[in-house]
């Protein structure tokens, strides 16, 4: 059973346009969500971060859209840049100190010149 | 600042055989740690978390164990490798109570 899914396994977007990531999840405990950027060969890094009580989080290029009633958040990056290639991964927990993650499959992102 | 460290990067062992994979955190005290695995094209699956020494919660049952001899150390061990116990291994640490986690660079390994 999949709780958390990211069904676009790739994604290839111009430099310099908007890249938009998407996550879908099941379980309707969860009240925490994270994406996360990996690159080959290297742990993930956590990105930004979203609780249930807003609808949106901004951090620099970074924004998080959070729509609770589809399930549904989605990764806004904008402007993108080259160094944006990565495998993104969103997560969820069940509330913020939460041990428990649930990743998705993630998406690989490839920032095109 | 906090470090976390996990060693070896890559490995290769044989079907059969043992293994240990340790990780270890730097810069703070009392961290949760946890052991995830990534199989190839698929996301990050939990295997083993702690909240303190000699604390294991097991995610998945499975070949693997996980041990947490101190505060800052966590082990997992396999006493008889299996072909799916390929993969990639992340060891990952958060502040007690608190998200992100933040995670090591992996060990990448590969059972013949």
């Known amino acids: 059973d999949q709780q958390v899914k990211q069904n676009s396994p790739s994604l290839s977007v111009q430099e310099g346009r908007i890249s938009i990531l998407n996550c879908d999840y099941t379980n309707s405990m969860f009240d925490y969500f994270l994406w996360y950027k990996k690159y080959p060969a290297e742990g993930p890094t956590f990105l930004i971060s979203?609780?249930?009580?807003?609808d949106k989080n901004e951090d620099g290029r970074f924004t998080v859209f959070l729509n609770k009633s589809a399930k549904h958040l989605s990764l806004h990056i904008v402007p993108s840049q080259p160094g944006d290639s990565a495998v993104y991964f969103c997560?969820?927990?069940?509330?913020?100190?939460?041990?428990?993650?649930?990743f998705g499959q993630g998406t690989r992102l490839t920032i095109n010149p | 600042s906090q470090t976390i460290h996990q060693w070896p990067a890559t490995l290769v062992q044989p079907v059969g055989s043992p293994l240990s994979l340790e990780c270890t955190v730097e810069?703070?005290?009392?961290?949760?740690l946890y052991w995830y695995r990534q199989a190839a094209g698929r996301g990050l699956q939990l295997l083993f978390y702690?909240?303190?020494?000699?604390?294991i919660s097991s995610e998945v049952p499975q070949n693997l164990s996980a041990s947490r001899p101190q505060d800052r150390q966590f082990i997992l061990s396999s006493k008889k490798l299996l072909l799916s116990d390929s993969g990639f291994y992340l060891c990952?640490?958060?502040?007690?109570?608190?998200?992100?986690?933040?995670f090591g660079d992996g060990t990448r390994l590969s059972i013949l």
């Open positions: 810069g703070t005290s009392n961290p949760n």
């Open positions: 979203i609780s249930s009580i807003k």
């Open positions: 702690s909240v303190g020494i000699g604390q």
């Open positions: 997560a969820a927990s069940a509330h913020q100190g939460a041990q428990k993650l649930v």
């Open positions: 990952a640490w958060s502040d007690t109570g608190v998200q992100p986690q933040h």
